[in-house]
């Protein structure tokens, strides 16, 4: 059997995220749904996907990371040739190798990173409505560095999450970049690991308190349990950007 590594990109406005977890669920909407279907009509095997991160309903990627085993003999070209072909026209699939039996898509990524894009323009573009979230005031860019800061390192995100599961929540933050020129906005989160709406839920948290709804110390009170975070962000602005790896 090989083991075959694809990085795909996906705009993920009509799907139900990488996958749906529920026993029994539809998975026709979902990224990972679409991407088997096609990998079986092309193997005529069934095939299970791991992915860098399972990015949730609404939520974008630039270089997702996807393993999957096969004893198909088409080659790393001819594969990405045929997934490409009939993949629906907001998937695609930018590289095929063929990998040692040990990779773990999700198991082996070491970082993963994930962007998300705000525009403060007086006028939302029309064009870029569906993957650029708008505010129509600046937020205050040195306090969310402030709060940014504090979120950095090793800690439970629990409280940062909309998960339902009791253990699990200790994740390391290598970074946060909050990026602000002209009319744009973006954020930039480095981790080992996100949990369910993790992302979503810090960057507006961070923009709460960029617009002086909240202080910065609110960060500590929601580790502690003492204060809840802010709802998760619109899905649309969200990119998971790249998974790092091991040499």
Not at 23 to 51: H, N, P, W, Y
Not at 56 to 66: F, S
Not at 215 to 224: A, L, M, S, W
């Amino acid at each position: 059997m090989r083991n075959i590594r694809l990085t795909i990109e996906y705009d993920g406005s009509r799907y139900h995220g990488w996958q749906r977890l529920g026993a029994g669920e539809d998975t026709s909407s979902t990224i990972s749904g679409k991407l088997s279907e096609v990998i079986f009509r092309m193997t005529g095997q069934k095939s299970e996907l791991f992915c860098a991160s399972r990015t949730e309903t609404g939520v974008h990627a630039y270089a997702q990371t996807v393993n999957f085993h096969t004893g198909c003999s088409l080659s790393a070209r001819e594969i990405k040739h045929y997934l490409n072909r009939y993949l629906p026209s907001d998937i695609a699939v930018l590289e095929v190798e063929d990998m040692p039996e040990r990779f773990h898509a999700s198991l082996n990524a070491k970082k993963r990173t994930y962007i998300y894009r705000i525009s403060t323009a007086e006028v939302p573009d029309v064009f870029e409505r569906k993957y650029v979230y708008h505010l129509f005031k600046k937020p205050d860019i040195e306090k969310m560095r402030e709060a940014s800061g504090l979120l950095v390192g090793r800690h439970d995100f629990q409280h940062f999450s909309s998960s339902k599961k009791k253990k699990g929540g200790v994740k390391e933050i290598f970074s946060i970049d909050i990026y602000g020129s002209g009319d744009e906005l973006e954020f930039t989160i480095t981790a080992n690991d996100f949990l369910h709406n993790m992302a979503r839920i810090i960057i507006s948290t961070l923009l709460d308190i960029g617009q002086g709804m909240r202080p910065v110390d609110d960060i500590g009170r929601i580790f502690d349990g003492k204060e809840a975070a802010s709802d998760p962000i619109d899905p649309k602005g969200l990119f998971f950007q790249e998974a790092e790896y091991p040499q």
